[in-house]
């Protein structure tokens, strides 16, 4: 299938900025929407944003306005660059992709590994 690999965590200080960037790999498949996630310790998973092929973004949360989503469709990449950091932000971050895979297109949903951002003094 789709394999996702994150990177680009780490510690920053209140106010800072961090990039977060995924790269899929795998054979024969095509992704449709690329998007960025996190899970704080006693929290469900929640989006924070999503991009899909022709460029829509979407932004949910309190990620809107400092969050920026980019994506290189021909390198099968996401990036999340995050501005004005706090410490409500600091979670761990899951890249997801989803697409068609294989000679029959069939669905697939990936998860990356996860990535810890950490905002603190």
């Known amino acids: 299938q789709v394999h996702l690999v994150e990177s680009g965590g780490g510690l920053v200080q209140p106010g800072g900025s961090l990039t977060l960037s995924c790269a899929a790999s795998?054979?024969?498949?095509?992704?449709?929407?690329m998007g960025w996630y996190r899970q704080a310790p006693g929290n469900q998973r929640v989006l924070v944003a999503s991009i899909t092929t022709s460029g829509y973004t979407n932004y949910l949360g309190s990620g809107r306005g400092r969050f920026t989503i980019s994506r290189d469709s021909a390198k099968n990449t996401v990036n999340l660059q995050m501005n004005n950091l706090n410490s409500e932000d600091t979670a761990v971050y899951y890249c997801r992709a989803e697409g068609q895979y294989g000679p029959a297109r069939r669905d697939f949903g990936s998860w990356g590994q996860g990535t810890q951002v950490t905002v603190s003094s």
């Open positions: 795998g054979s024969d498949f095509h992704i449709n929407v």
